[in-house]
């Protein structure tokens, strides 16, 4: 049986593609297909069997699943800093594996009310202008602004593409050639 695997960040910097196609024997385990890999222990921390959550290794996949790999989400100070190479579709996969459940309860209009929330403390950093606070806060609101995607079912980096991809939307310019008091 064929396994799609998508690695994330810096699993798929490891792998070196963004999804790779792993044959099997009928009747393979989580736990399998992960030695299969050959990825060092540890270094995988989350796993997704069709977008959902899976903890238990020794689930049985079955021809065509499509599993994701999330690393630890880098946390804690010190150490170097890697760049770990997200894109938007990965930054929404994570915040899901995270949070998805907590979402879908909260809905909608509850998760908005936490962006407002993070958006107020974005303003008091750079109210402070503390560099190190500006830095936790903006991800703080990338977070929520991908819970918000989450919840309502939009691809962000899909969204984002057809309206900025090409050319500014007000003018239709590459760069932009809008008064600067207009903001599409
Ligand atoms: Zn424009």
Not at 40 to 62: D, F, I, K, W
Request: charged share 20%; hydrophobic share 40%.
């Amino acid at each position: 049986m064929q396994i799609r695997v998508k690695p994330m960040g810096v699993l798929r910097q490891r792998l070196g593609k963004q999804e790779l196609v792993v044959e099997l024997s009928d009747g393979s385990t989580l736990e399998q297909l992960l030695e299969k890999l050959a990825l060092p222990a540890g270094m995988v921390q989350v796993v997704l069997v069709n977008q959902e959550r899976e903890a238990n290794r020794q689930r049985v996949l079955h021809h065509n699943d499509e599993v994701t790999l999330l690393a630890p989400v880098a946390g804690g100070g010190g150490g170097a800093r890697a760049s770990t190479g997200y894109t938007l579709d990965e930054v929404q996969t994570v915040i899901r594996a995270l949070y998805g459940e907590k979402d879908t309860k909260r809905g909608l209009q509850g998760c908005f009310l936490w962006f407002l929330e993070e958006v107020g403390e974005l303003s008091a950093a750079i109210r402070t202008n503390t560099a190190s606070s500006i830095a936790e806060e903006l991800a703080d609101t990338l977070a929520w602004l991908a819970t918000l995607a989450n919840v309502a079912g939009v691809d962000l980096a899909e969204v984002f593409h057809h309206k900025y991809g090409r050319q500014c939307p007000g003018c239709g310019q590459l760069p932009c050639v809008c008064p600067s008091e207009v903001k599409p």
